[in-house]
């Protein structure tokens, strides 16, 4: 029976590291892979995760293959990286809205604009104090 992903359903091998971790990997080898599948003294096969100090590389000598989580659509890595792409006020930093992003406003409507020089910000005239609004003004 096949593995597959629990977050995905996708088909995917799975291999334990040295250490006894459990790694799902993508079922065909890649030029970009990271882990190689090694079969130890004793017999056991273990998935080894190349790393700038190996002295491997991946690509036609070395048969690697990619851990399943930079791939997965559903994965954290993949919310982290769909979280990091996403647009943020240039006011307070909170995610925007995909409304104004599409009309390209890079703030929230409650944020404002970054002040200007000497200290100026762009607000429509208010009068001071509430009791100055003329409220049949304002619905006529």
Known sequence: MADSCPACRRPVRVTLTRG??????????????TVVIERLGDGAIR???????????PGDTVVA??????????????????????????????RLHPLLVAIARPWH????????????????????????LDLEEATA
Do not use: F, M
Not at 47 to 57: C, I, K, Q
Not at 75 to 93: M, W
Not at 109 to 132: I, K, S
């Open 20 to 33: 006894g971790l459990r790694l799902l990997l993508d079922p065909e080898p890649s030029d970009e892979g």
């Open 47 to 57: 998935g080894r995760v190349l790393t700038g100090d190996s002295p491997e590389a």
């Open 65 to 94: 293959y990619t851990q399943h989580r930079h791939t997965c659509a559903h994965s954290k890595d993949a919310k982290r990286r769909k979280a990091a792409a996403t647009p943020r006020c240039i006011d307070c930093g909170e």
């Open 109 to 132: 409507w409650l944020c404002g604009p970054a002040p200007r020089p000497g200290g100026l910000v762009a607000v429509p005239d208010l009068p001071a104090e509430p009791e100055q």
